[in-house]
T-cell receptor, first 112, second 114 residues
Framework: SQQGEEDPQALSIQEGENATMNCSYK?????LQWYRQNSGRGLVHLIL?????REKHSGRLRVTLDTSKKSSSLLITASRAADTASYFC????????????FGQGTTLQVKP | NAGVMQNPRHLVRRRGQEARLRCSPM?????VYWYRQLPEEGLKFMVY????????ESGMPKERFSAEFPKEGPSILRIQQVVRGDSAAYFC????????????FGPGTRLTVL
């Protein structure tokens, strides 16, 4: 079964609104990462948060991590049509080999 | 600094043929990972390599699939005797020496088996 599971599976919002995506995982981790994938393209790394961090910001992105609940959230503020993509969380499962375990992803549609 | 490069971007094979997918990591990166993405799904880890070494192949199917990362040249993911179920997007990622940490992904190779 997937280590990371995103919720919701699909999200549709208007430009300017905020988008929140959640990710749950099962095992202990060293870090958790969020990636974006535009349709038919490769993955773009957005942000990495370590297990000893609770919150991290990067531009319009805000990521939180709650290791006690084994969950993370990605908030995109003031969304733009260009944010339309699939978003994946990935954990390393406390592995030292770097093997990433991805969730199924959240498909975000931002309507202009 | 060029990113991770993969070729070909699209590959069409008939059942029973061989598929070779190439990945050139970012300059200075010595860790290479291969992932497979089936339609409408997330990425699944296949194999992790360093130069001339397979570190973790726990995600590789037991038969027909192999990977290498030679001292010189790109990493190769090889699929022998392809079947329709092998149709997927195959992504390569690389990370710098000193720790896996952030992985930088290539654009992927989309394999279609007819």
């Amino acid at each position: 079964s997937q280590q990371g599971e995103e919720d919701p599976q699909a999200l549709s919002i208007q430009e300017g609104e905020n988008a929140t995506m959640n990710c749950s995982y099962k095992t202990s981790i060293n870090n958790l990462q969020w990636y974006r994938q535009n349709s038919g393209r490769g993955l773009v790394h957005l942000i990495l948060i370590r297990s000893n961090e609770r919150e991290k910001h990067s531009g319009r992105l805000r990521v939180t991590l709650d290791t006690s609940k084994k969950s993370s959230s990605l908030l995109i503020t003031a969304s733009r049509a260009a944010d339309t993509a699939s978003y994946f969380c990935a954990t390393d499962g406390s592995s030292n080999t770097g093997k990433l375990i991805f969730g199924q992803g959240t498909t975000l549609q931002v309507k202009p | 600094n060029a990113g991770v490069m993969q070729n070909p971007r699209h590959l069409v094979r008939r059942r029973g043929q061989e598929a070779r997918l190439r990945c050139s990591p970012m300059k200075g990166h010595s860790h290479v990972y291969w992932y497979r993405q089936l339609p409408e799904e997330g990425l699944k880890f296949m194999v992790y390599l360093q130069k001339e070494n397979i570190i973790d192949e726990s995600g590789m199917p037991k038969e027909r699939f192999s990977a290498e990362f030679p001292k010189e040249g790109p990493s190769i993911l090889r699929i022998q005797q392809v079947v329709r179920g092998d149709s997927a997007a195959y992504f390569c990622a690389s990370s710098p020496p000193g720790g896996p940490d952030t992985q930088y992904f290539g654009p992927g190779t989309r394999l279609t088996v007819l």
